[in-house]
């Protein structure tokens, strides 16, 4: 007898509860979500049509860097459009011509309910021509990667992050990843880390460390420590942790060179117990690192700028040539030099890479299979003085 | 025993001072009750970052209730008990920027969330009522006045899902939360939930023959289900639960 009331109630409670929403209060958010250049001549100015825009910048980016314009393209008065969270606005507007040939535009983004705001810089410049009008086609220069400049994260302060640049960053780590699941660990705590005293002067150190009670929930357990060319993502990094890491990602991986050789130094220590995605040791399995260069096509099919990701680093069609270690295993007595050839699956399209239609991942990581969530905890890989052997 | 029991309750709810004053224990009728409770754990008012409920399931929440019924005049008189009760409820609400904290073990991440909010609430709670009642007629009494509540087991969990994080405020890391178990991200806010509850319960018991009657109960919270150092959840949620059910005129 009691059904048929209690039905009842569930209508009417459920009636009461949906007549009192109120009106959806006006957004809060204030990102930068795509930005676009527009002009009239696009294949004079961008090197490659996928240039001109800019897409799913991430949440915490204020750096907003388009890849270089060609060599004496104008710059001082270029309309750059955006799309924001919904109902945000700019200033200057959308659209307007701006000068960018004096350094970075700023930008201000206002919510729509007013309560917030975050300032952008834009940074747009066309490239110096001939930027080594003497090298001889045959012989080899050098990129180097010392890992000298890093500074905590803009932000929040909680993590190290590095780059080659002044502005912005070509390097990512999967840091602000563990920032979700560690929000206590100090700096020094995160899975990529400074090391002051390296082959020559500070290296950086990567280390396979524990997520905690979070990483036990979502299942993954560790994360190994990792340093990539390229953008971490932290909005996928819960949902599809593959996702995340955007190997090469970014104008400051684009080349323009055929690199021919990779090198640098290393120490590596494995963990002590190698564990499996659900945390079941793995008796008789000892962890080992990862250290390798991808050079890949940076425009897919469609005319889309591309970058690769955890699921298909190491086997994207759009891949042009690989150089790996072979055997990233226990060193003994210090630092281990390493070099390897580049070896190309296809050879460089000369007119692509004149137009820095290729990109370049150089990727580290202190467990080999940490995208998959398994290694050995305590795994350390010292990584210092790499550099890319190239060609014209 | 039985009568030990009650008026040992007795004694303790409304003092043994007044007891001998009023000469309470004359006089005295006992029902025996059992009911359903249907109802939600709900703020008054919903904020505008609750955008809807997609849905809402009670679960199996019931009453078990020993009274006492004194007449004072023909048609006043006072009533007061022991109730056992569960309430429980489950909701599923789509939400923008609702204020979300995630903990496990010492870990925290907290912010806005944007998406949908599944909620799981119980409680059994041990409630002393004390009443004031009115008989319309011999058949139907109404009841109104106010409650303690004592909380023995509570609950307040859940998870978001299907929606984004922003980390801190509005400007802080987007983290996008999936849809199944391992993507989305769990709540648990049971221990921030307080023991001791004030509220009114108003109803009606109606006899359809000698022993046997009917009854319908609401109990309004007057207190919110949470300490009040808990700040996650913004606004103060209030049980609301009504119980319709059958009782059994023991004297």
């Given amino acids: 007898m009691v059904k048929p009331f209690s039905l009842i109630a569930i209508v009417a409670f459920a009636t009461t509860l949906t007549s009192c929403f109120k009106d959806e209060a006006p957004n809060n958010e204030c990102d930068i979500v795509e930005a676009r250049i527009q002009v009239e001549n696009p294949d004079e100015v961008f090197f490659q049509q996928s240039n001109a825009e800019l897409l799913g910048i991430e949440s915490t980016k204020t750096d907003l860097i388009f890849p270089d314009l060609r060599p004496n393209s104008d710059v001082t008065a270029l309309p750059v459009y955006f799309k924001t969270t919904p109902g945000a606005t700019v200033s200057p507007e959308s659209g307007s011509a701006q000068n960018f040939a004096n350094g970075p535009v700023t930008y201000v983004v206002t919510s729509e309910d007013g309560q917030y705001s975050r300032t952008y810089r834009v940074f747009i410049k066309a490239e110096e021509a001939n930027q080594n009008p003497d090298q001889p086609e045959d012989q080899l220069a050098y990129i180097h990667y010392n890992f000298e400049n890093y500074s905590l994260d803009p932000a929040t302060s909680k993590f190290y992050m590095w780059s080659d640049y002044e502005n912005g960053y070509n390097w990512a780590t999967g840091n602000p990843g563990f920032s979700i699941a560690r929000g206590s660990a100090k700096p020094d705590q995160y899975p990529t880390t400074p090391l002051a005293e390296g082959y020559d002067g500070a290296a950086v150190k990567l280390e396979t460390c524990d997520t905690g009670p979070f990483g036990v929930i979502v299942n993954m357990r560790i994360a190994a420590g990792n340093l990539f060319t390229g953008v971490f993502d932290s909005k996928s990094a819960t949902k599809e942790p593959l996702m995340a890491t955007h190997f090469g990602d970014g104008s400051y991986n684009q080349i323009n060179y055929r690199p021919v050789t990779l090198s640098g130094y290393y120490q590596y220590t494995p963990g002590a117990t190698f564990k499996d995605k659900n945390a079941k040791v793995v008796e008789g399995r000892i962890d080992r690192g990862d250290i390798y260069a991808v050079v890949f096509r940076n425009v897919d099919s469609e005319g889309k700028a591309f970058y690769l990701t955890g699921d298909n680093v190491l086997t994207s069609p759009q891949i042009v040539a690989l150089a790996r270690v072979p055997n990233v295993v226990k060193t003994e007595g210090g630092w281990k030099k390493f070099a390897v050839d580049f070896n190309y699956i296809r050879e460089l399209d000369a007119a692509i890479l004149a137009n820095k239609g290729y990109s370049m991942a150089v990727v580290f990581t202190s467990s080999i299979e940490g995208a998959a969530f398994e290694g050995a905890v305590g795994s350390t890989l010292l990584i210092d003085k790499v550099s890319i052997a190239y060609k014209k | ?251």
Wanted: proline letters at 4%; charged letters at 20%; aromatic letters at 16%.
């Fill in chain 2, 1 to 251: 025993m039985k009568k030990t029991i009650i008026a040992a309750a007795l004694a303790l709810l409304f003092g043994a001072h007044s007891a001998s004053a009023f000469g309470i224990f004359d006089n005295l009728n006992y029902q025996a009750r059992l009911g359903y409770n249907i109802g939600g754990t709900m703020p008054m008012g919903m904020p505008a970052s609750i955008r809807g409920l997609d849905s809402y399931k009670p679960r199996p929440s019931f009453t078990l209730a020993l009274d006492a019924y004194k007449p004072l005049t023909e048609k006043w008189g006072m009533m007061a008990g022991f109730h056992f009760q569960t309430k429980a409820m489950e909701t599923d609400a789509r939400v923008k920027s609702y204020s979300m904290e995630m903990r496990q073990g010492g870990e925290s991440l907290s912010g806005l969330f944007t998406g949908n909010v599944v909620t799981k609430t119980s409680q059994l709670v041990v409630t002393l009522p004390l009443q004031a009642t009115f008989n319309v007629s011999d058949a139907v009494r109404l009841k109104f006045g106010p409650y303690f509540s004592y909380a023995l087991n509570n609950d307040f969990s859940g998870y978001a899902y299907d929606g984004y994080l922003r980390e801190g405020d509005p400007t802080g890391q987007k983290v996008e939360l999936g849809h199944n178990e391992g993507e989305r991200g769990d709540y648990d806010f049971s221990s921030d939930m307080r023991h001791w509850h004030f509220a009114f319960d108003f109803g009606a018991d109606w006899y359809f023959s000698h022993r046997f009657g009917a009854y319908a109960d609401v109990q309004w919270g007057m207190s919110g289900v949470f300490r009040k150092e808990f700040k996650t959840i913004e606004q103060t949620m209030y049980p609301v639960y009504a119980t319709l059910g059958v009782m059994y005129k023991l004297k």
